[in-house]
């Protein structure tokens, strides 16, 4: 009986540290690191589901290509074809992938499933589609410029739709950078009819229901936001003088995560589940990091040297980091697609041993 009184104690302790671990998260500070793919040619962006896909564009000016890592190798999506451009690529975590496909007249959104390239918005010339998102329901949000009213627009397509509809008809100024996550909300930045930049935040059911979340009237300059499936946003805030991200809860409202002075900037933040966000932090026009905020505290990823630069961020659920970084190798410039992955912290591993080391207590015991 005294032996499964240890065992049973023993148990209890482990589950209880493991609790204190959940309950107070520490933030990574190791990341094991890896060149996933490198490129001759610009990565114009890049994105990371939950399964480890990696997807990006690479290109120039005259052809760019969607790319694909799928955990074991890489490969093309898009045909290669000259005079063709294909950006801005974001997937699901059912691993659906969608794209803007411009071919010089018409500029479209295509949805890539299982190795099937369907066009699912089909544009006829008076309204050119914008970069895509996708949430795992395969509903998807872009930008349409309308020519005949001249406006951006977001457009909304789901599963089953003939063409997608537009969300934003009834707004008489721009609406652009359109995310969704998956229960159906959707934040983009847009100029109000007084011309300040908003942020604002809908359900893609119910548009016209939206909130401001920044309520700007002094004519700062918001944009790129993102969001998880927590209620958390994060965009890019000018206040005149630097660029720096801000976070907005229904608990906190909005709170400043940098505080940048001189000519120090930051931009294009991502957001996951976790409430991690990954951001490009640079000295404008000489260095450009990339940095992660997490549980409170801010965690430098690069430490550049100009002309080696890091940009381009993403991350997911599992706390998997993806950027990339331009470098000079050889006399010839790369564009390199870098994996980060989060080591196991001290912490964890000693609650781990501790688990293990109730083994020989036992046999003690017994003994």
């Known amino acids: 009986m005294l032996t499964w009184r240890y065992v049973v104690a023993g148990g209890l302790l482990l589950l209880l540290s493991l609790a204190c671990l959940q ?39 005259t052809r760019s290509d969607v790319w694909l890592y799928d955990g074991s190798g890489v490969r093309r999506l898009s045909a290669g074809e000259p005079w063709r451009l294909n950006t801005y690529p974001r997937l699901n975590n059912l691993n659906q992938i969608v794209w803007r496909y411009d071919d010089g007249n018409v500029s479209d ?26 949430n795992d329901s395969g509903w998807v949000v872009t930008t349409g410029t309308d020519a005949i009213t001249g406006y951006q627009d977001i457009y909304l397509w789901k599963p089953g739709y003939s063409d997608p509809e537009n969300l934003t008809s009834w707004a008489g100024f721009d609406s652009q950078n359109p995310r969704i996550n998956n229960l159906g909300q959707v934040v983009w930045n847009a100029v109000d ?41 994060v965009w890019m805030h000018h206040n005149g ?4 991200i801000e976070l907005w809860s ?37 260095k450009y990091d990339v ?24 991350l997911n659920d599992r706390g998997e980091l993806v950027w990339v970084t331009r470098e000079d190798i050889g006399g010839q410039r790369y ?7 989060p080591v196991p912290e001290p912490a964890g591993i000693a609650v781990l041993l501790g688990g293990v080391g109730l083994l020989p207590l036992m046999r003690r015991k017994r003994r």
Do not use: K
Request: hydrophobic share 40%; aromatic share 10%; charged share 15%.
């Open 23 to 61: 309950a107070h998260p520490q933030p990574p500070t190791v990341f094991r690191t890896q060149v996933i793919y490198r490129h001759a040619n610009s990565v114009q962006s890049v994105h990371i589901n939950n399964n480890g896909w990696i997807v990006w564009s690479e290109g120039d000016f």
């Open 335 to 341: 564009w390199s697609i870098i994996l980060a992955q």
């Open 241 to 244: 003088s630097n660029w720096n």
């Open 291 to 314: 940095q992660l905020f997490a549980n409170g505290a801010t965690i430098p990823l690069t430490d550049n040297t100009d002309p080696t630069r890091s940009f381009r961020v993403a």
């Open 250 to 286: 229904e608990a906190t409202g909005v709170v400043a995560l940098t505080n940048n002075m001189g000519s120090a900037a930051s931009m294009f933040p991502a957001i996951n589940n976790l409430g991690w966000v990954l951001y490009e932090q640079a000295i404008l026009f000489r």
């Open 109 to 134: 959104v295509v949805l890539w499933d299982s190795g099937v390239l369907t066009n699912i918005t089909r544009s006829d010339g008076s309204v050119g589609f914008g970069a895509p998102d996708i």
């Open 193 to 233: 009819a007084d011309s300040n930049p908003q942020v604002y935040l809908a359900h893609a059911d119910d548009m016209m229901n939206y909130r401001d979340l920044t309520s700007n009237t002094a004519g700062d300059d918001y944009s790129s936001p993102d969001l998880n499936d927590n209620g958390q946003v």
